[in-house]
């Protein structure tokens, strides 16, 4: 849905007074409800539900011989894809650049946060290694897929088992009892930004009108483990601090969720 | 040896456990979810919108596509690479030529419906699952519709005929196996999709058939529902305002 001028306009003009129009509060989540095992063909699998986006995330394992340059390390690979039974705007075809950046900000927060080794994938050094594949693919886009895909993605890496292995190869119609040992959460909270207002988990209607975003993916640490700015206005160091600062905030709450589920 | 009884402990006649609702993708005009046990299918109808690319434009009649998708984790073994394959365009256009015979092409002249499916899991029975929910996403969407269409697998394992193969019923290693999968118009049982792997005898097949319409009832039965309950939510959540 294209807004026009006159949306984004009244869009700010109410925004001005505080509020949004879900009456939601400036750093207020949408109800949110993660689902794991929903797809029993993965080893493992979960639906998110944030408001109205829905999301399903699956985790695949292979067995296959592992790159030259790392041979006693596996491999984590994270995909997603943009399906058009979510949005009159996704097409079918080759990955848009929206999907492409999406895709990627969710790899990146995974893999720089390290949270599996990739050494423990390694089944014989040179030969034989866990090939993990996460793809996640949208249902309904009602804004901030960013967030919504990496939280599935998490909660199906907490959801995944290992396949059983009969003479080296993959049974995949039998799960072993041993899941991924995660060595971190990390959580990916994307800010918003409107003229001076910073806010989170936007609508669509919300989401198209913004000026920035900024996606920070944070651990219980309080480390910073990977960036994304999106939009096509600038943001001020200032507006960085504070959105890190809430990215670090939400994140906290969310962690909680997801450590409580599992 | 004969087939005496089924791997999942099923009757020969039964299918398995349905679910089915419509309205579940609010961003589409109509959606709809289907499950038949293990193979769940998510379907969103988008239009009657204008004609992309412009060379299928028809001023006398609108366009039909349907577009079938495995979601990559979503098959019995490997991942499933995402993009269309030659098996997902064929089961693409069978889908799209199951559900047009119902469908009045003449209301949106010029224009396409585009409709989208995208299964989560499957256990055998995917394209049937896929138009189940397709033709239900329509309904949903409002476009013209003169029937409802139904479909399901039949097919034969060792001497049975058996209803609504799974995916184990599908390998089956002891006996010949055919897998036929079928869609039909409720109201008149006329054949709108019709396919066979395996090998089976005139017989089997015409009696297979007849078995399919009786399923196809209880898959009509669980549609009409799935339309129904939407109404009956909205009916219930306008009533007190009307205080």
């Known amino acids: 849905m294209m807004v026009n001028d ?25 109800d949110l409800k993660i689902t794991r095992g929903c797809a029993k063909t993965a080893e493992g699998s979960a639906e998110v539900k ?19 340059d790392t041979p006693d390390e596996g491999i984590l690979m994270v995909n997603v894809e943009q399906s058009p039974v979510a949005s009159p705007e996704f097409e079918v075809g080759p990955p848009s650049i929206e999907a492409i950046e999406l895709a990627r900000v969710v790899d990146r927060g995974l893999r720089e946060s390290k949270l599996v080794d990739l050494k423990e994938l390694c089944v014989k050094e040179g030969e034989k290694a866990w090939f993990i594949s996460i793809d996640i ?14 939280l599935a993605a998490l909660a199906a890496l907490q959801d995944a088992k290992f396949p059983k292995v009969v ?12 899941g991924l040992e995660l060595k971190k959460i990390p959580i990916p909270v994307t800010v918003y930004k409107y003229e001076d207002h910073l806010l989170i988990d936007p609508t669509h209607d919300e989401e198209v009108v913004a000026d920035a975003r900024l996606t920070v993916t944070t651990l219980s640490s309080g480390e910073i483990c990977a960036l994304q700015k999106g939009g096509k206005s600038p943001i001020t160091t200032e507006e960085v601090e504070k959105m890190v600062e809430l990215s670090l905030k939400k994140g906290e709450e969310l962690r909680k969720v997801l450590e409580k589920g599992k | 040896m004969s087939y005496d009884k089924r791997l999942d402990g099923r009757d020969f006649d039964e299918l398995r456990e349905m679910d089915a609702s419509v309205g579940v993708i609010p961003r589409a005009d109509g959606s709809a979810f289907f499950r038949m046990g293990g193979t769940s299918a998510y379907a969103a109808v988008y239009g009657p919108r204008q004609t992309h690319p412009r060379f299928l434009q028809d001023p006398a009649k609108g366009v039909l596509r349907c577009h079938y998708a495995m979601m990559p984790f979503s098959g019995a073994g490997d991942r499933v690479r995402p993009g269309p394959s030659r098996r997902a365009k064929e089961i693409s256009m069978v889908t799209t030529n199951a ?6 092409l003449h209301a949106f002249p010029n224009a396409i419906v585009d409709v989208f499916i995208s299964l989560p899991q499957t256990d055998a029975g995917s394209r ?89 009832d209880k898959i009509h039965e669980k549609q009409v529902n799935a339309l129904k309950d939407k109404f009956k939510e909205a009916k219930a959540e306008e009533k007190p305002e009307k205080k």
């Open chain 1, 50 to 68: 944030l408001g109205e986006t829905h999301v399903i995330a699956g985790v695949k394992f292979g067995l296959e011989s592992p790159f030259p």
């Open chain 2, 99 to 104: 559900l047009l015979p119902v469908i009045d």
């Open chain 1, 137 to 150: 693919v949208t249902v309904n886009d009602d804004g901030n897929l960013l967030d919504a895909c990496g």
């Open chain 1, 6 to 30: 006159a949306g984004r306009n009244h869009f700010l003009k109410v925004l001005n007074e505080g509020v949004r129009y879900d009456k939601r509060k400036m750093d207020e989540y949408r």
């Open chain 1, 167 to 178: 003479d080296g190869e993959v049974d995949y119609h039998e799960k072993t009892k041993k």
């Open chain 2, 128 to 216: 049937c699952a896929g138009i189940c929910a397709a033709a239900l996403a329509l309904a949903d969407a409002g476009v013209p519709m003169n029937d409802m269409i139904g479909a399901v697998a039949v097919g034969r394992v060792d001497d049975k005929i058996v209803m609504d193969l799974c995916y184990d019923e599908e390998a089956y290693k002891d006996g010949p196996v055919a897998d036929i999968p079928v869609a039909m118009n409720h109201r008149t049982k006329g054949i709108t999709l019709l396919q066979m792997d395996g090998e089976i005898s005139k017989d089997m097949l015409m009696k297979a058939l007849e078995k399919v319409k009786k399923a196809m």
